[in-house]
């Protein structure tokens, strides 16, 4: 869509800038000018130059303690200090040389006064006033004399041939659902009204970073063809207290003229959150915010301007936001699960040249849990490595290590291990994979690979789930934890001694085990009691511990307990397939990187290392 930005800078701040323009070329620059004008000469040079007859007239500026004087031809000024001379005046006289004293020049402070001062000032304030002018035009006739102080800056999108559509926004069939119906609605306001349904005033999209919230809101206001206005949560609070709320005033007023049209409030939590009436609280974020309800309330249902607003913390907004009358509907933009991934690789993989084979359901397979802009990245890093290896097009190869490399980045070649540290990542690597492989509820290995990569990572085994996977039970978690510390385990089995390879291991293992005994209730003593509540569901979901300290206690005891019965059981699925362990780790250390294939051929004994 084409982007018309609104004029940013106050009047004030280009009144501001003359001023200070032309009080320094007053200050500095004219002084020097016409300093710089004056030769010096001692005071003999002016007596000999009188004597022969050099000089064309003089002026004596006793205050200033100088005699200035021209040459004969008036080309030239000198300029000699005063000195206790008092037959100067006689001497000029006799040689014929007209002379003034200072008063004789009265009137040139004056002139010079105008000239520096009053007529800069007419053309200052000449210019400001054509500024103005052109501003006042460019705003549409807006309040230029309110010095753009407080004015909405936000964008609008106009409608365009090439705006966003739901079709390009792939997967999120929920979303776009209840979208079509606002739609519809501009379209044919008439239509709502005459029976007398009004729409919802604000929808609010929430859901993870990236999964196209912004995306949808465009694609309503394409669809729709209306104007689209388009701000940042964050953009409304300013230094001063005041200026948010006459935004949030102009941004409707600007939107009830151009209606039927979107407004779209991006991060909504950044003005939205909610006011816990704690002393010294943040009043412009509060003013803002009570500005923006009021004048949710102030226009009627039917008027055509629909609010969408996106956040990924819905938990943190005021309820008078999300009360209805306001922001009454609320449309999940989730991450998007194996079919969504699958149609958002294909809209994207449009945009770029892509081999006809890519089968992007594996793609989307490996990509589990990526949103759909780090899908959108890992179809553009493809194309990147394409063009890298010189290939017109981009390939199944491309496309899967990509994904790597927006999971583990980049291979790092120049990364040395010394031997024994490659085959301690090998037997790792492997160790993780053997215990997947060998446990029945885990999803299959497709990938394992020692190549260091620039995260840090020195290997990596990749397991891939066959379909979409809601539910986990008991046993799946419990084989998770296991397939985690499987890598320390291998260590453990053939070195006898441990390395810190396995510090990630033990962080998702933990968080796993953890989450089992506070929020899935599967620990043998707490029933169905919540030990700890998520308080940022799409930010990585933090969560806090809402129980004794005792509790506390016994739950980091029952963790323990978890991980440390997972760990044995993968060290005994190790220690039982022992010979199959040093066949795959050797495998893996002479090839690098093998397939899940190829992995299952050994295990099962079709292949020999
Ligand atoms: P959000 O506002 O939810 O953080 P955006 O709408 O800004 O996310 O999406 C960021 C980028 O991700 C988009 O520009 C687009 O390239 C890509 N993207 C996200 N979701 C989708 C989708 N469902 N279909 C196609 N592209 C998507």
């Not at 008063?103 to 500024?131: D, N, Y």
């Amino acid at each position: 869509m084409n982007e018309v930005k609104r004029p940013k800078k106050p009047l004030l701040y280009y009144y501001g800038i003359i001023l200070l323009i032309l009080l320094l070329f007053n200050l500095l620059a004219l002084p020097r000018f016409a300093e710089g004008q004056l030769i010096e000469v001692d005071y003999g040079t002016f007596m000999s130059m009188t004597e022969k007859g050099q000089i064309g007239r003089v002026e004596l500026q006793e205050q200033e303690n100088r005699i200035l004087f021209t040459n004969q031809e008036e080309t030239a000024i000198y300029k000699t200090a005063m000195v206790d001379d008092p037959e100067l005046t006689q001497r000029l006289h006799d040689a014929g040389i007209p002379f003034y004293g200072q008063e004789i020049r009265q009137e040139s402070p004056i002139l010079s006064f105008l000239l520096t001062w009053i007529f800069p000032l007419v053309i200052f304030i000449a210019i400001g006033q054509f500024m103005s002018k052109k501003l006042m035009d460019r705003a549409g006739g807006a309040n230029a004399m309110s010095f753009g102080l407080g004015k909405s800056n936000a964008k609008i999108y106009v409608k365009s041939s090439e705006g966003i559509k739901f079709s390009d926004v792939a997967g999120e069939d929920e979303a776009k659902e209840s979208l079509k119906e606002i739609v519809d609605y501009l379209h044919d306001p008439q239509k709502y009204r005459e029976i007398g349904a009004a729409m919802p005033k604000g929808i609010l999209l929430v859901g993870p970073p990236g999964t196209g919230k912004t995306m949808l809101a465009k694609a309503v206001a394409g669809e729709a063809n209306v104007p689209f206005f388009s701000m940042s949560g964050s953009e409304f609070v300013e230094m001063f207290v005041g200026m948010g709320a006459s935004k949030v005033r102009d941004l409707f007023k600007q939107a009830k003229e151009k209606a039927p049209c979107i407004v779209f409030i991006d991060e909504i939590d950044a003005i939205g959150k909610k006011r816990d009436g704690q002393m010294g609280g943040n009043d412009e974020r509060e003013q803002t915010l009570n500005q923006l309800l009021t004048e949710m309330d102030g226009f009627e249902g039917n008027t055509g301007v629909i609010i969408l607003a996106a956040t990924n913390r819905p938990e943190s907004l005021d309820p008078a936001l999300t009360r209805p009358g306001r922001f009454d509907r609320r449309v999940p933009v989730e991450l998007p699960d194996l079919q969504g991934r699958e149609a958002i690789l294909r809209v994207r993989a449009k945009k770029i040249k892509v081999a006809e084979d890519v089968d992007y359901g594996k793609i989307a397979r490996m990509a589990s849990g990526a949103s759909g802009a780090e899908l959108a990245n890992i179809v553009n890093e493809a194309a990147l490595r394409a063009v890298r290896s010189g290939r017109r097009y981009a390939t199944q190869s491309d496309l899967e290590e990509s994904i790597e490399v927006v999971i583990a980045g980049y291979q790092k070649k120049n990364a040395i291990l010394t031997d024994r540290e490659k085959w301690t990542v090998a037997y790792h690597e492997t160790g993780h994979a053997l215990v997947a492989a060998m446990q029945t509820h885990s999803a299959p290995v497709q990938k394992i690979t020692i190549i260091p990569r620039t995260s840090g990572a020195l290997g990596y085994t990749m397991q891939v789930d066959e379909g979409n996977h809601y539910l986990l039970t008991r046993e799946e978690i419990e084989n998770k934890i296991a397939t985690y510390t499987g890598g320390r385990a291998a260590e453990e089995v053939v070195f006898g001694t441990v390395s810190t390879g396995a510090s990630n291991d033990i962080e998702q293992a933990t968080k796993l085990a953890r989450a089992m005994i506070t929020r899935y209730g599967m620990s043998r003593d707490f029933d169905m009691v919540a030990m700890e509540i998520v308080t940022n569901q799409y930010l990585g979901g933090d969560s806090s511990l809402v129980c004794s300290m005792e509790t506390q206690t016994e739950i980091d005891r029952q963790v323990v307990e978890v991980v440390k019965c997972q760990h044995e059981k993968a060290a005994s699925i190790l220690l039982e397939n022992r010979e199959k362990l040093d066949e795959l780790a050797k495998y893996l250390y002479e090839k690098e990187t093998i397939t899940g294939e190829e992995f299952m051929d050994i295990l099962n004994g079709r292949k020999s290392a």
